[in-house]
């Protein structure tokens, strides 16, 4: 008996730790060596320069673009996202019969809605390339169709323009997700609450804000931190669908770009590993920042 | 939950009151629910029609339907765009690693929630820390470990790194599943005489069933969308998955100007994810929620 347990458990852990150690961990444990090097892909060349390459990231202009781009989305995206979602789900509950049991149809919508989600981020760029497309494109065409040709723009190829295009196109497909959750939220809320604030005399405004919001506060921070690692992340929509990419004139310009840039057309491993621990720490900032308070609220109440 | 639910109202008084803020809101309601359904479905719904055109008409005529479908794009897409080379290429590489990634996943959940030993925390938290790193931080020191491996280029690499990074998910999410399952079951069993593995596979494993589906669609959907991986690593054009290939077709000057054809493309490499989602979308939509919750 004994005997068997240690060989199943030996069977059982040992291939996944092995590939973990040799695919995950190592590489990871690497990159922070890497970064304190000039490390240009041959082997033995390495030579240590110490905190060099983040010397060299803060005068670099692109990679300055990136991060205010990046800085821009990690605020921007979560918060219209959010806004959005909670909008959305509590519309859905608030406008139903009986407080909350949600209004007709509500199903159907969040099918709907949801779809976006599954799609593939290269799909997404790919059509949203098409709807942006300023001659034969959806939104030019739409807006040529409903009077407002004057409107009409080359979304991706003006420096102003082409950030928000893109934060669209990830607020557009996240949305759904943060309904669908919200949603489920504010179904685990106690009809009784609800029913407590119509007594009241609250509006949906002050339902709203005073029964909902405090309630789905764990959800909207899970939330805050998912969209913040996708903000700070955004490669696959800016490569594929962005001119340069990254363009026009590094407005769309984004770390994972650079780092990818830097490692694979140029060669620039150290560097780009560089960018790789810069964008680590940016990562843990957000999840810590974003998850610290409500653990000590949390703690109050229970 | 459900006797919360089905309880007799006891808000009786407040009904005018909520009938008073009822019609206009009602209204109000439903049209920004519409706004937002056209919003989403739009652009999709446009894509797939106008994968049905000529370039002529989709260049002149973005709004019309076509005069007669053209089902020609789609075989053209599939063939000497190569979609379907690389669609076949997404099912396998991703069929492959979504069963190892369960096979070893719910193996480790399994070992480190049922079975104390020493170090057996260490081994958990070193699984779950992988996840809080980002993919961009390991991405080139991962290029020199699989070119070292001599598995660059290869199903079999591509199939062992997908594995790799997305087991640390797996056994986060099914390591709270088994803890919760009750244990007189595979006590039960082991008196029978059962070995430890019989235990697992023909015990514990189908109990889990809700967990592993909840954790196989999410693995699936966030395997079968990768990019980043395999844009790196999979540099043969013969080898490109689904979401890489059709990425190099929308950029590459050749296919600029084929239309009809990336429409096409692109409306087949939605339209799996679309049946799938028709035919699951309830399980679909729980799997994907619990696990971002989780």
Redesign the interface.
Known sequence: MRHGRWRFLAGALIPALALHVVLVLSPYAQAFYLSLTDWTGVAGEAHFVGAGNYARLGGDSLFLDAVRNNAVMLVVVPLVTIGIGLFLASMMHLGGRGGRRGIAGSGAYQIVYFFPQLLSLVVIAVLWGFVYNPNNGLLNGALRAAGLGGLARSWLASPSLALPAVMAVLIWSSVGFYVVLFSAAIDGIPRELFEAALIDGAGGWATFRKVTLPLVRQSVQVAFVYLGIAALDAFAVVQVMTVGPGGPDGATEVIGLSLYRNAFQYGKFGYASAMGVALFFATLTLAVLALRPGREERAVPA | MTS??E?P???A??EP??DR?RPG??AG??L??LA??V??????I??VI?SFKTDDE???E??SLPASPRFSNWTRAWTEANIGRYFLNSVLVVGGALLLTML??S??A???AR?S?RGNRL?YY??VA?M???V???????????RQ?GLLGTYQGLI??Y???A??FT?FFLHAFFRSLPGEVAEAAFIDGC???AV?FRVMLPMARPGLVAVGIFNF?GL??Q??LP??LNPDPDRYV???G??AL??SQGYRSD?SG??AG?TI??LP??IA?VAF?RH??GG??AG??K
């Open positions: 919360l639910r309880r109202v006891v808000a008084p407040p009151a909520r803020r809101s009602v309601v439903h920004a629910m937002w359904a919003v989403t479905t739009l652009p999709l446009w894509a106008s989709i260049l002149n973005p709004w070893l996943g193996l480790v399994y070992a480190l079975y030993f081994i070193t699984f992988a809080f790193f980002p961009f931080l390991a991405l080139v020191p991962l290029f020199f470990v699989v491996l062992l790194v594995a790799a990074y087991v640390p056994v070995s430890h593995g697992f959907l079968w969308n990019y980043l844009l790196v689904l979401a890489q059709l990425a929308s950029v239309w990336l429409f692109l490499a939605m994810v679309l989602y979308q679909i939509r994907m929620t971002a919750v």
